[in-house]
């Protein structure tokens, strides 16, 4: 197994791009995420979906999209990139009902807007 | 609605004990701990769930007082290894929005 997987590792954008962070997991896990970490604020819950066709918003949503059409995939997009979206980004998947399962977490990707 | 850690760094010798706490202002489903390597993912220890649990792990353990919203993270004989950034995460109604903390960084040094 892979496990979670995200791309691309490292990306640099100039403000108001837009792209899409890919995360796929091989572990048919329902529950999907997406986090930001900066420095000293530990990971911030973006958006989440507990299966296709399911996402829901977490603690900083905006100016972030997600869909999530098969149980693999779970893209985060960008619409218009800001110099505050600069930050280490992590998809993460467990079985649905997190409280009691872990969570695996991808390599996470660097990204830098200017 | 974030947990707080505390402390927000700490500094060991080989051998020593440390102690990370990990608070909430709510009711607490279940407490969550990971540890990151810098530039690394977040890699799961234990999870602790509602009823006053205590889980250990080799030499590292956790207790969870649910009356207080608090958990502990005991590293006990700490080795060079345990160096890293010492996240909790919590969830207040197993409804799949969990927060973390802050993190607590944690050197080992010879």
């Known amino acids: 197994n892979a496990g979670v997987t995200q791309t691309p590792k490292f990306q640099v954008l100039k403000t108001g791009q837009s792209m899409t962070l890919q995360c796929a997991q091989d572990?048919?896990?329902?529950?999907m995420s997406w986090y930001r970490q900066d420095p000293g604020m530990g990971l911030r819950l973006i958006h989440y979906s507990v299966g296709a066709g399911i996402t829901d918003q977490g603690e900083v949503p905006n100016g972030y999209n997600v869909s999530r059409s098969t149980t693999e995939d779970f893209p985060l997009r960008l619409l218009s990139a800001a110099p505050s979206q600069t930050s280490v980004y992590f998809c993460?998947?467990?079985?649905?009902?997190?409280?009691?399962?872990?969570?695996?977490f991808g390599p996470g990707t660097r990204l830098t807007v200017t | 609605q974030q947990p707080v850690q505390s402390p927000q760094a700490v500094i060991l010798r080989e051998g020593e004990d440390a102690v990370i706490n990990c608070s909430s202002s709510k009711a607490l489903y279940s407490v969550h701990w990971y540890r990151q390597k810098h530039g690394e993912a977040p890699v799961f220890l234990m999870i602790?769930?509602?009823?006053?649990e205590q889980k250990g792990h080799d030499k590292i353990s956790a207790s969870f007082n649910e009356k207080k919203q608090q958990s502990s993270l005991y590293l006990t004989a700490s080795q060079l290894s345990y160096s890293g950034t010492y996240f909790c995460g919590t969830d207040q109604e197993n409804n799949n929005d969990m927060r973390f903390g802050a993190g607590t960084r944690l050197t080992v040094k010879p």
């Open positions: 602790l769930l509602k009823g006053g």
């Open positions: 572990m048919n896990h329902e529950y």
């Open positions: 993460a998947s467990s079985y649905v009902g997190t409280g009691s399962y872990e969570q695996y």
